[in-house]
């Protein structure tokens, strides 16, 4: 089940995919209701109240206003190789906020000009929490999740090293991005096997699986629950593969007219312009 947020008429809608039509469910800023619990109603198509062409709406970030958005700083192997970075005992964790990203096919803003040329891509797999919870059970993880979607954390990369914390760097009004849509926990049986590539210009610049994550997906969610009572709705950027353009010899940034996707085995296609 593929479940979409978007804009018509500059009204949030919010509807479930099918083909290359959106079922429209309903108003609303956020989908927390629904994500305690629709996903698991078979009938939740029924409850359409009209059809429209899905290249005839604006998709936003499929989480309009999530509570929180948790990203995991790096967290795959190969990733954290090419950094130079030692090993850590427990997730590198910062913070996003929800003006930072848009969504599928909105073009990703470049700062000002003289505010910085070091625009860098992170292609991710995102989680969406259902059911909250404090102090998770790793094994007990998964039943949390309501659904994955695809998740580019671009960075700024001189601001993200003015100082020991990355926020500012990770914070550029509109310069993430998250999409296109959800898709439903059940409709992917092992997390661990989902394949992450990121294009730009049609390039691949990076690709790996799930299974190179330092801290597994379980994982990320039982620690995040031990200082924090995860909600519906929070999301969760579980971290980028290894290829990132800031540690490429030359260095590889984004500029305006390129095109950077994010495509998840699964999931579907995150794809923005760069203006």
Known sequence: MKLASFEQASVIRHGLVEDDEVLVLGDGGWMGDWLAGA????DLGSRATERLPLGSVRLLPPVVSPPRIFCIGVNYEEHRLETGRERVPAPIIFMRTSQSQVGHGTPIVLPDAGISTQIDYEGEIAIVIGKGGRNIAEA????HVAAY????????RDWQRHTSQWIPGK?????????PWLVSADSVPAPVDMRITTRLNGEEVQNDTADGMIFSIPEQIAYLSKFTALL???????????????KRTPQLF???GDVVEVEISGIGLLSNRIA
């Open 149 to 156: 979607s695809c998740y580019n954390d671009v960075s700024v």
């Open 171 to 179: 914070n550029f009004d509109g310069l993430g991005a998250f999409g």
């Open 39 to 42: 996903f698991a109603k078979p």
């Open 232 to 246: 519906p709705g929070d999301v969760i950027a579980t971290g980028t593969p290894g290829g990132v353009g800031v």
């Open 254 to 256: 984004m500029k305006a």
């Open 140 to 143: 007990d993880a998964l039943a």
